[in-house]
């Protein structure tokens, strides 16, 4: 794949204004917190306007009403949760799949904390009401019909949440807690029967059992259709294979990926996809990895390293092998700026996909600086076109090469940070620029509290942490 | 932008809270079973403040809807006196009702035959149900003219 000349026809359309479009997707990005807030609260008023606000009037009334609202509120919150994981594209494209994987870990706690108040308020509620004690109050609550299934469901999402906290999830593979977490589907469905049948909340043909309904094949339907249907729908499509493989650097190859109607996928330079090669040790693995160009028609390309065992493995695979993918995801792209300049700072394997971004990037002749790091020349693969690139588009390149410094600022090089050299010495307009970063994540975190220390506002501030 | 974006997702949830609690009182107030009059239960049933000599016998009371099913009961009078309620169908809508049902139909059958009225108070927990097994005790009792 060339650098070809699509650069040239990109400059001649006018820059974007970068900050405008921010502030279209910052609204977008608020309008989606509120629809959060505001679906917790619908839930709990459809609550209360068919009926609840009637169950207050004793202790045992009370007592139960709350814990069916902590049980809305956190049905609520999971299928939120199925939202912001199902990678919708509208909502990727507004906040970033990162962005959204954090909401998502956020309400993660929330949520089940809710769920499991839920069972217990119900059962000192029921129990109060029946005047037995909340465990002899266990019998009676399994006799309910779907009660059980509702129980496994809850055992299911505790296996889900223990599997996520941070402590144990680094003891599974990705693959071993993904399966895991697909749990989360199966206690949820497993949910919804007691929630129909115990009528006093969602009596048939009512308004609020419409609502709930509509939520559950909207979560759902975003997962199906997103995480499954498409996907799968455009890797048939695009029939892409392992073409050509080629060696950039010791440890390091391109993989070229041929296919069809490439161009359609409209991915924009610096967007990942999610690929799943199709060789007997690696289609069960996926691994999220960025284009290190832009894609023609017929081809992609992507540039990896050999580091652990997945990557490793991908580097090995044949010309032929036929790959599937998802994709693509991510706002490490033009789309992504926010503030009128550009400040690129990338070492090691994080070069592939600001690339890939220089290339699909509209910028004005001394809009944008970049910082090439290194630790060794062999370190420095792809920068040759990063170079041609840079001097098409009026881009000023600072190269850095040499381990990182011991004293003042790490992720420079030693003799750098003995000369005095800041971030802002590096990029004088750093605080009206976006700074993009990539590269692994402990030199990262270095390169991103210098900066945050600087002054930029973290909205400009855009990390890609490649620890593979 | 975040924290405002809380902010007014935070106010709001309290606003749609508050205008469903009211929403809620109101249609409450207009749907409850002693809200809506029936005509059986306007006639006063306080015993000897009845004209009509009360007859002895049994006495199917008015079937009453609730969102959980319906509610009838049979009352049985000897001696002027409620001797028995019986349950003719109680709610057995939704996965608790049944449950409910068991539990609050000897409770309120004991209160009813102690009190000798349908004005016994409601059993917690089982307020739909309870309101609606008074009411139809309540339909009864005028048949009986106690």
Redesign the interface.
Known sequence: MSIDDTGAIRLSTPPPDHEARYRRR?RI???L??????S???A???F????????F?????AV?SVGIMTGLVGTNLVLAMFILAARVPFIDRAVGHDRAIAVHRALGKPAFYLLLSHGVILLV??G???GLNPIAEIG?LL?????PLAIVGMALLVVVVVTSFVSVRRRFSYETWHLTHLLSYAAVIASVP?QL????VF?PFSFERAYWLALYVLAFGAILTHRLVEPLASSLRHRLRVGRIVTEAPGVVSIYLTGRRLRSLESAGGQFFIWRFWTLGTWWHSHPISLSAMATDTEMRITVRDLGGGSRSISAVRPGTRVWFEGPYGVFTDAGRTAPRLAIVVAGIGITPVRALLEDSTLRPGEATILLRASTLDDTFLWGEILQLAERKGVEVTTMIGPRARTGPGWMTQADADRGLTILGLFPDLLESDLYLCGPTPWLDLVEADARAAGIPD?QIHAERFDW | MRARATAVGAVGSLAVLAVAWQVGTLLDAGQSPGGTASPAATTTATPGASASPATDGSFVGAVENTRYGTVQVKVVVAGGKITDVVALHLTDQGGRSVQLSNYAAPILRSAVIKSQSAKVSNVSGATYTSKAYLLSVQSALDKAGL
Request: hydrophobic fraction near 50%; charge should be negative.
């Open positions: 910052a990005g608020d309008a917190v509120v629809a959060l807030w505001l917790s609260a619908v709990v008023a459809l209360l306007v068919s009926g609840g606000t009637a169950r009037g004793s202790v045992s009334d139960t509620g029921y109060l009401a029946s009676p006799a309910i019909p779907d009660m007691h049948s115990i009528g006093s009596s909205h």
